[in-house]
């Protein structure tokens, strides 16, 4: 007992400016009093110096709930309103922001069969797990799985049997042919500060929330902050700088939108990138470039 009066006196004198001290007690429902402290708890130790305040508070107490008029219904408690209440000023509700331009979210892929868009799920989940390894730990040996990888995810993603050994293909070529491509191999290196895969980003932008997810996204030995999107678009043509050229302009406008949204978190400058790991094509250029 000495002990929890001498542990209480050591915590309340270590107070250097103020000292707050809780406390409650049971009430006496049928004598409609303050009943003492349980035995030997701190507050009873306090009890003669206190018991006043804890009388004079509940004093206060019970004349709030007389003049508050309670009664009951119904074995359920009731209170009557203050005759001054008004019900709640209730805001204005929230409008739908306006339809958003053709932006990030909004570029159409109609003219992307479902096979096609399945191909560029796997090449994005597969680049990100050599990303999240670093190219530097990535061993030759794990090649030769990625035939039986791209096969099982493909069939899960509900490819068409006819379609799964093109699609297969098209999914082994392009981590191979990114595996041994000197950008794409810096792309994925691990040598990078604050490097990301697949980075969801949330802002409040141009008066909306934009959600968005970088493919790849780090900052080089130079400070820039790259942000780079896989693009696993074929073509069969002969001119392939000039459809590089097209899908840059295609895609300008949702490279910006990341710019923007990361330009607010950090002050390095920043690099945009799209990278074909099918073409094994590289675009990059300045937020904001022309």
């Known amino acids: 007992n000495n002990e929890r009066v001498r542990l209480l006196y050591v915590a309340a004198t270590r107070a250097k400016k ?20 349980r035995s030997g708890s701190l507050l009873s130790h306090l009890w003669p110096a206190v018991q006043a305040k804890f009388e004079a508070s509940f004093a206060r107490r019970r004349v709030q ?54 191909v560029g799920t796997v090449v994005h989940q597969l680049l990100q797990h050599i990303g999240d390894l670093g190219i530097e730990n990535w061993e030759e040996s794990y090649v030769s799985r990625f035939e039986s990888v791209a096969r099982a995810k493909l069939t899960r993603l509900g490819v068409a049997a006819v379609e799964l050994e093109d699609a297969v293909t098209q999914v082994v ?5 990114t595996l041994n491509d000197n950008k ?47 693009k696993t678009s074929r073509h069969e043509g002969r001119d392939v700088d000039a459809f590089l050229d097209n899908e840059q302009v295609r895609y300008a406008q949702q490279m910006e939108v990341y710019a923007r949204l990361l330009q607010r978190l950090e002050q390095n400058p920043v690099r945009l990138a799209l990278y074909f790991p099918l073409l094994t094509g590289w675009r990059e250029w300045k937020p904001g470039q022309d």
């Open 18 to 37: 103020r000292l707050h001290l809780l406390g409650d007690t049971p009430v006496d429902q049928k004598r409609d009093v303050v009943r003492k402290p």
């Open 173 to 177: 070529t392009a981590i191979d042919r």
């Open 184 to 230: 794409g191999r810096w792309m994925l290196s691990g040598v990078h500060r604050q490097a990301r895969c697949e980075y969801p980003l949330t802002g409040f932008l141009d008066g909306q929330f934009r959600s968005v997810i970088l493919d790849r996204t780090f900052v080089d030995a130079a400070g820039i902050r790259w942000i780079i999107d896989y």
């Open 65 to 118: 709930m007389d003049r508050q008029e309670g009664f009951k219904l119904g074995g359920v408690s009731l209170r009557r309103l203050a005759s001054s209440w008004r019900y709640p000023v209730v805001a204005a509700p929230m409008v739908p922001p306006p339809p958003r331009p053709q932006d990030e979210e909004e570029i159409s892929f109609h003219w992307v069969g479902s096979t096609a868009r399945h």
